[in-house]
């Protein structure tokens, strides 16, 4: 292990300091998941409004969170974005296969979707600005 401090968020994962495949900003990441939030708690209102006022009136409990779920998992395996990650410009890569990686695997995403479920993971960063659930799965958000 060296030990120099490291001069930029990322450099220990051999990512760049600015521009694309570069770790992505806190305030970024955050517009992508309100993004993501908003979009399923809007989608799950859609679905449950057509099933009667019932199923409405249990909004915006648990039902944003399948649509989320969807969003995240098939956005990781297929896209390796969200939809809102798309909006602002960022992916998510697996750290040990480098920025030219396919999109994570399905026990990564299912995994760090669920740590993502309690948020708790979100809010404890590294050095490198990467949440717990990213740390676990050994993947990153960047730019690009």
Request: avoid cysteine; charged fraction near 15%; glycine fraction near 12%.
């Amino acid at each position: 292990m060296s030990t120099q401090p490291q001069a930029y968020r990322g450099e220990t994962l051999g990512l760049p300091e600015h521009g694309p495949g570069s770790l992505a900003q806190g305030g970024r990441r955050l517009g992508a998941f309100l993004v993501d939030g908003i979009a399923s708690s809007v989608i799950a209102g859609l679905f449950t409004h057509s099933f009667g006022s019932d199923a409405a009136s249990q909004l915006p409990r648990l039902w944003s969170l399948l649509p989320w779920a969807i969003d995240y998992v098939l956005g990781m395996l297929l896209l390796g974005r969200t939809v809102g990650m798309y909006l602002f410009g960022l992916r998510i890569i697996r750290v040990d296969r480098g920025l030219d990686s396919d999109a994570v695997n399905p026990w990564r995403a299912v995994v760090r979707t669920a740590l993502l479920f309690i948020l708790v993971p979100a809010l404890v960063w590294d050095r490198d600005g990467r949440g717990l659930q990213d740390r676990f799965t050994d993947t990153a958000v960047v730019n690009g």
